[in-house]
């Protein structure tokens, strides 16, 4: 997606050689156009598997997941990383390591928001280990739900996410893919000069 692949670009700012930092218009701030062109991109990608749901994680994951919910018009639905007291009836939970804080997470998501007739789509921001990606499949698979497709902004395809979640049997859609952040350089997959 060229416009996801520009703002990389034009804003990203690399942190060291395993992360990159966009919140100009994506961890922070937000791009609300882009937010919506993402949203009708995994729409047409997607739209001949039934989706009933997004799935994504809190916080980050949201911006982009609500215009896709938006578009296929399909509830949003967002992991929480800490159950709050106002939830006291039923919920699936499991452990996700996060990536950048190097800290793990018990992450839930309500039994009233996700049953076994649904078909999920799960959106996310990055993917780099797959950690983030696999635990929310865990969520569908505890509700006895199904994933037709993960779908991420940015895929840093230097780490390991990809083959991780294919060999879990699931389908990948990345719109912007990072070849490497070396020498405190983006360079995305496709681009010789970036
Ligand atoms: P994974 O779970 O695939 O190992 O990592 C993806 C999760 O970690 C995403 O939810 C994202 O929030 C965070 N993450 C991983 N790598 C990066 C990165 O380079 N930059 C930012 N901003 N977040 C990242």
């Given amino acids: ?25 994506l961890n922070h701030q937000i791009d609300a156009a882009l ?15 039934g989706v ?9 994951g949201i911006a982009p997941a609500i215009m ?5 018009d399909v509830p949003c639905l967002f992991a929480k990383k800490a159950k709050p007291s106002t939830l006291n009836a039923g ?6 390591h996060s990536f950048t804080k190097n800290k793990t997470n018990t992450v839930i998501v309500s039994e009233e928001f996700l049953s076994a007739d649904d078909k ?3 959106i996310d921001d990055f993917l780099a280990n797959g950690e983030a990606a696999l635990g929310l499949h865990r969520l569908v698979e505890q509700a006895g739900a199904t994933t037709v ?8 395809s230097f780490q390991q996410g ?7 049997g699931l389908t990948v859609s990345s719109l912007c893919q990072v070849a490497s952040l070396t020498g405190n350089k983006v360079t995305l997959v496709g681009d010789t000069e970036s």
């Avoid at 009933?52 to 980050?60: H, M, N, P, R, V």
């Avoid at 896709?68 to 296929?72: D, K, S, T």
């Avoid at 497709?149 to 840093?156: F, H, W």
């Fill in 35 to 49: 937010m919506y062109d993402i949203g009708q991109t995994f729409y047409e990608q997607f739209v001949d598997q």
């Fill in 91 to 96: 919920y699936y939970q499991t452990d996700v």
């Fill in 1 to 25: 997606m060229d416009a996801l692949r520009r703002k990389v670009i034009e804003d990203g700012v690399v942190i060291d050689e395993k992360i990159l930092k966009v919140d100009g218009f």
């Fill in 52 to 60: 009933t749901k997004i799935l994504t994680i809190e916080a980050s």
């Fill in 120 to 122: 999920v789509l799960i």
């Fill in 162 to 168: 990809r083959s991780r979640l294919e060999e879990a």
């Fill in 68 to 72: 896709a919910a938006h578009r296929f």
């Fill in 149 to 156: 497709g993960v779908g991420i902004l940015v895929e840093k």
